[in-house]
């Protein structure tokens, strides 16, 4: 025992001598922290140190580019995914039927991916048969055939309700899906079929219009059945994970990084243009700031709240479109905001202009209807979308604010509440986080101001939030969607009677009859009309729902990176840019 | 000494058993579920999730079955954060990351603080305490954040000119990459330390047996780090216990700003994210880690004051 105490002492001052030592000059507290490093991990440092001499020598004319999206992904696999950064991932890594691919300018358009050709067949009992015939020498990463059997099983994956996959329904115009998904029919069922290895075969209940953007979603993507059964963390693996898109992944640093390097396979293996993409996951808006601005990364798609302005007044960050809409939810079945006339009067004094220039900062547009700017209307991409064509329900003119504030207010007196007298105290809910609060309180201050109501607000933990909003257990809630296809329908289905995401608890036979009825037909043009009605139905008649702003995308992208294209369902490419 | 530590291990055994069960009764009252988003998946595809990972089942037949799982070493799988992937693994890859960036920043900060702590009594009421003093109260009531906030935007690419540091942690790269962290981790802990150990070495610089030394001629250093410090050291052990514990598992917002690849955002992510098996995980291993370094505080107090008997003041 003494001598233990002995060598304790003896240690203690020593330390304490090192310590000092370190203290006093600067060029010995660097030998202290490498040897203590050392010390901790002789074999790591060797490793590390050989990798890093290997890393130095590799990087010499190779192009490699650093993105960052987000933190680590929740799921790359392909079906599983329903985030944007894990989509884009997975847009690199695989390829659908469909593929986007860049106009010239920046802007993503379909483009034939793993299949070549196909051809569509309006059969007698209004379905609708598209023979898919598979491009010639296809190939998954690991040099093996792509064929239309691949495809044929990820479909029926993604429909299997024991796959649990949240996009699951983006397939739900195929026939047979209805009954699969519930689990009453089998998923072989699903009219997903491989004639042979080059042609696929897939009947739908109805002529979608949007069928061939579902064929380019990142759920519909093949993957491999014999790296996926059995195997639950095959995404996990560089061995397992095998893809047939332009990109590989090479390594996934759990919370660092991914990287994925060209795929010798594709058949567009020649005009690739990064070496390896690194999508470095991060955490924390400031270094990703910090990390762009000192050149560790060339593209960062999240800011710090407080620095957009900035950002945004000098020109560095590019703002892109974005199909997504950022709105005040009423609960239609409470008391009070079961009367339209009150849920109205309070959408049309939100001063949209001052929360947009003032609040969010963002360079979001204010908002005039639910469904946003760059939605396609009947005659798709090339025609006027859907917002132009619907209109607006309310001025957002800044002059026109006051005329808006004048009808609110006659519109709640009408209600039984002039100037806000009586009205009870009504909760507004948003979940815990600045920007939102800063809305909340721009909000709180504007139905005060201009209507006289007290109106107090109260922040929930993002779960809970989305509990209560999804029970309905709120009176006014912050909202916000964004398209998963380019089709007024991703929009306006969600508010039919019993929606699993109709927050609002709205319920209107006369606008379930429209959906209904746009979902009936196969005319473009019909179509198109019934979904206005809807929208007309929905904010222009019953104001269910206070749109603020159609959000648009910010990013920040390296002077010296050409060629990258992006989709206004947030998807960007990497994979044809260069350096110069 | 035997019965001593068969006592402390059975001890451990049934304090981990009751956190376990109490965090996943907690967990479980609390609203929400990890299926949750934006946009809410079918009330079918919910269904089949809380099938396929049992959470269909009543929460005490849920709490049977992990409890059985455990024993035999399975944590399960993570629900959200890394779906599918085992808890025990993402633990294992993410821990030792935080451990070190956090043994680093204890090692400074103790090999700084006792000293600084030492000197400041020695030279009190002088300007050096006064120095000290100033730069302790500072680094205590600076949190965490702001002190890796600041050097983010100083040293590590806010300011191109100071850039000295890489902004986004990468180990392979070598000691760059943790200065900065284990800075920021190890200020507070090293201003804390100071401060204790100034007001303990004060205590005993007044005692009977420091005067003996003096008497006796020793000189300062010999009777400041030989006779002062060893008593002057308990609180400071008391302090450092637990603190291990917390940061050798990884400071969440110095890893969030850091860039650091390490456990933290997983005791603060999961509870946001509901994800049920990783918030079982980390609590029971932070749970386990805390005990044990409370019995290793217990034998350091041993060591340094032998007078302590560990069988008595254990009961």
Known sequence: MRKMKKITSLALVSAMAVSMAACGSSDSAETTAATTAAAADTEAAETTAAESAEAAETTDGEYNLAVCLASEPQTIDPALNSAVDGAIMVNHMFEGLIKWADDGEGNAISAPGQAESWEKTVNDDGTVTYVFTLRDGIKWSDGQPVTAGDFEYSWKRLANPETAADYCYMIDMVKGYAEVSTGAADPDT?????????????????????????????????????????????????????????????????????????????????????????????????????????????????????????????????????????????????????????????????????????????????????????????????????????????????????????????????????????????????????????????????WQEELGVTVTLSN??????????????????????????????????????????????????????????????????????????AEDILIGQDSVLAPIYFYTQPYMLADDIDGMYYTPLGYFFFGYTSRN | MAKYFAKRIGMAIVTIFLVTCLTFLLMNAVPGSPWLSEKTPSEATIAALNAKYGLDKPVIVQLGMYLKNLLRGDFGVSLKMQRNREVLSIILEMFPVSAKVGAIALVWAVLVGVPLGCLAAFKRGKLTDSILRVICTLGISTPSFVVASILLVTLAGGIASLKIFPTIFDASAGWRSYVLPCFALGFYPMCYTARQTRSAMLDSLNQEYIKTARAKGLKNGKIIFKHALRNALIPVITYLGPQVAFTLCGGFVVESVFSIPGLGRYFVQSIQNRDYPVIMGTTIFLASFIILMNVVVDLLYKLADPRINLTKGGE
């Not at chain 1, 209307?377 to 808006?404: H, L, M, P, Q």
């Not at chain 1, 009859?513 to 746009?518: F, G, H, L, P, T």
């Open chain 1, 190 to 446: 699903l009219a997903v079929t491989a004639l042979d290895d080059k042609t696929l075969e897939i009947v739908l209940t109805y002529d979608c219009p949007y069928f061939l953007e579902i064929a380019a979603f990142p759920a519909t993507f093949p993957v491999r059945q014999d790296m996926v059964e059995g195997n639950d963390e095959w995404t996990y693996d560089v061995n397992t994970y095998i893809g047939n898109g332009p990109y590989k992944m090479s390594e996934w640093s759990h919370n660092a990084y991914i990287d994925v390097v060209k795929n010798e396979n594709y058949y567009d293996y020649e005009n690739l243009g990064p070496d390896r993409i690194r999508f470095t996951l991060l955490d924390d808006a400031n270094a990703m700031l910090a990390a762009f601005n000192s050149g560790e990364l060339d593209f960062i798609e999240n800011f710090p709240t407080d620095e957009m302005a900035n950002y945004l007044a000098s020109g560095e960050i590019t703002i892109a479109d974005y199909l997504g809409t950022y709105y005040v939810c009423f609960n239609t079945e409470d008391e009070v905001f079961s009367d339209p006339r009150i849920r109205k009067a309070f959408s049309l004094v939100i001063d949209r202009n001052y929360i947009v220039e003032n609040v969010s900062q963002a360079g979001e547009v204010p908002a005039t209807a639910y469904v946003p700017s760059g939605v396609n209307d009947a005659e798709g991409a090339s025609g006027d979308d859907f917002r132009t064509v619907g209109g607006e329900y309310y001025s957002v003119a800044k002059e026109d604010y006051e005329a808006n504030c004048e009808e609110a207010r006659a519109l709640l007196a009408e209600a039984g509440y002039p100037n806000g007298e009586g009205f009870p105290t009504v909760e507004y809910t948003y979940n815990t986080d600045d920007k939102h609060k800063a809305i909340a309180e721009a909000l709180q201050s504007m």
């Open chain 1, 460 to 533: 929930q933990d993002w779960n809970v939030f989305l509990e209560s909003r999804k029970q309905g257990d709120y009176q006014i809630a912050r909202n916000g969607w964004i398209a998963d296809y380019n089709d007024p329908c991703s929009f306006l289905d969600m508010w039919y009677t019993d929606g699993g995401n109709n927050d609002a608890q709205y319920s209107n036979p006369e606008y379930d009859a429209q959906i209904d009825a746009a979902k009936a037909t196969s005319d473009p043009a019909e179509r198109m009309a019934a979904f206005h009605k």
